[in-house]
């Protein structure tokens, strides 16, 4: 085996363990191939894998790999590959119908490492096709999708796993919270460790109680054993235990939107760029969305008078309402849903953290996306706080928060819960949307990484793809005069509100 991980990065020490940990289970004879990352976002469990299935394709020993996850980290694992794979290598994400999905695989015939990236829901759909391309290694990320064990993706896992030589199951999640959720996965990773059978491994761990005895209860006197088992072929690490992980860390989540809703973005930019560059821009609204964050308390002129900061900031208003999913009607009071893609890439971020037991900071800018977070919630049973301008008991909803172990999620609207407002009992943030305020943003985020804060810090953005999401967040990050920078563009014969202009 090759010791040094092949990838174009420092890795930290836990990632060095990590992959150390690996390695050796996979180099020992009484290992049957399988390996379990439990690693926390932000420690890094991707670019561990990527090394593992780097150094197994060096050495030899595989030659197609194929990664299955949530849809919406599909893209996260070409991006990862991309940056920090030392190695040669086939992606595909597979997309489209199951024949063009089998279509991609056939064509998968280069010389570096195959590696073939797939969503669950596909999975059962085509697994004739998957194990015709004979993948020596499967990774599933976000195993706890696979939890149970008697739904179609899982069964469908199990038989591929069970062909393949070697298997790896990623998640944050403390899989030992709800014991029973462990067998599934670890049938797929590790069938020797738990066995084959549910329900006799249901019996000898656990007792049913609870009216009708439909619920798990781990015995007393088999935790130990459990745990023993379960640890064994399993690399643990939390964003507490890192300690050479930086106090903050930065995920962008890039989210594609449909077809449908791409298409009605795409003719809102064409519209306004048309409409700006027929009229000269110059109508003279006296609002400004974004008065503080660009100092314009009145209108801005470029130096040929063609176009203002407050019309430019309207007008990107509105397409950043459309990327959080919503369209408003011309007078404001009404919206329609017209893309759900940052609300599913949201409910698998939640998922994790509940699987895991880590409460969570979920920030949103307009109203109708609040309330669409709201309603994944209560369908989904998860207590939450919430603080936006409506909100009369902001001090109750906090405190609910902070110190009710029951009220897994914060949601906030961003600029609403600055100053004043402490949310340390989570480590992680979810950025659904942005303003273009530098210090919104960062009073925000000051949220949970301050004082009482004894985690190391995640913030996630989720940002659609090819989008004023990312021309926002990059402003963001440079501290750049957002509306400046966009009537530059503007006066370079660019669109300001696509990436690159047009």
Not at 133 to 141: L, Q, R, S, Y
Not at 176 to 194: C, E, H, L, M, R
Request: net charge positive.
């Amino acid at each position: 085996m090759i010791n040094k991980m092949p990838i174009k990065a420092k890795p930290y020490e836990h990632q060095k363990e990590a992959f150390n940990f690996v390695t050796k289970l996979y180099n020992s004879s009484k290992n049957h191939k399988g390996a379990a990352l439990l690693m926390e976002m932000g420690c890094g469990k991707t670019i561990t894998s990527i090394a593992v299935v780097g150094t197994l394709f060096l050495s030899g020993k595989i030659k197609r790999l194929l990664i299955v996850c949530p849809l919406s980290i599909i893209g996260v694992w070409k991006e990862e590959f991309e940056k920090f794979a030392g190695f040669d290598y086939e992606l595909s994400v597979l997309k489209g119908s199951t024949e063009k999905k089998a279509e991609q695989l056939q064509k998968m015939q280069g010389a570096g490492l195959g590696v073939a990236v797939v969503n669950y829901e596909s999975v059962c759909r085509m697994e004739p096709e998957i194990s015709n391309w004979n993948p020596d290694f499967i990774i599933a990320d976000e195993s706890h999708k696979i939890k149970t064990h008697n739904i179609a993706a899982s069964k469908a896992m199990h038989r591929l796993g069970a062909k393949a030589k070697y298997r790896m199951i990623l998640t944050g999640t403390v899989i030992t919270n709800k014991a029973i959720d462990v067998f599934s996965q670890y049938k797929f990773v590790s069938p020797s460790i738990f066995g084959n059978s549910f329900y006799a491994f249901r019996n000898k761990y656990f007792d049913m109680v609870g009216y009708g005895g439909y619920t798990p209860v781990l015995k007393e006197s088999m935790k130990d054993e459990l745990m023993e088992k379960l640890h064994s072929i399993a690399f643990r690490a939390t964003k507490a235990e890192c300690l050479d992980l930086p106090p903050a860390t930065d995920i962008i989540r890039y989210i594609e939107l449909e077809p449908k809703a791409m298409g009605i973005y795409r003719s809102l930019v064409k519209d306004s760029f048309a409409d700006r560059r027929a009229t000269g821009g110059n109508s003279h609204t006296k609002t400004c969305e974004n008065r503080e964050s660009n100092a314009c308390a009145e209108d801005l002129y470029d130096s040929q008078n063609t176009i203002t900061v407050t019309n430019v900031l309207t007008k990107l208003l509105r397409l950043s309402q459309l990327t959080g999913g919503f369209l408003g009607n011309d007078g404001g009071n009404s919206y329609q849903q017209i893309s759900k893609s940052k609300l599913e890439a949201l409910e698998d971020i939640v998922d994790n953290a509940v699987q895991s037991g880590e409460k969570l900071v979920i920030i949103a800018r307009f109203v109708p996306e609040i309330k669409a977070i709201e309603k994944l919630l209560e369908k989904k049973h998860i207590q939450y706080s919430q603080v936006s301008g409506e909100v009369k008991d902001r001090e109750e909803q906090i405190s609910k928060f902070q110190n009710d172990p029951t009220v897994s999620v914060f949601i906030g609207q961003i600029a609403t819960p600055g100053l004043g407002i402490t949310l340390t009992a989570a480590s992680t943030m979810v950025f659904y949307s942005l303003d273009y305020s530098m210090s919104n943003s960062e009073q925000t985020k000051a949220r949970i990484h301050r004082a009482g804060q004894h985690k190391n810090c995640t913030y996630i953005y989720l940002i659609a793809k090819n989008t004023v999401d990312e021309k926002v967040l990059e402003a963001l990050w440079s501290k750049a005069n957002l509306a400046k920078n966009l009537i530059d563009e503007y006066k370079n014969g660019l669109n300001p509100y696509v990436m690159g202009g047009f």
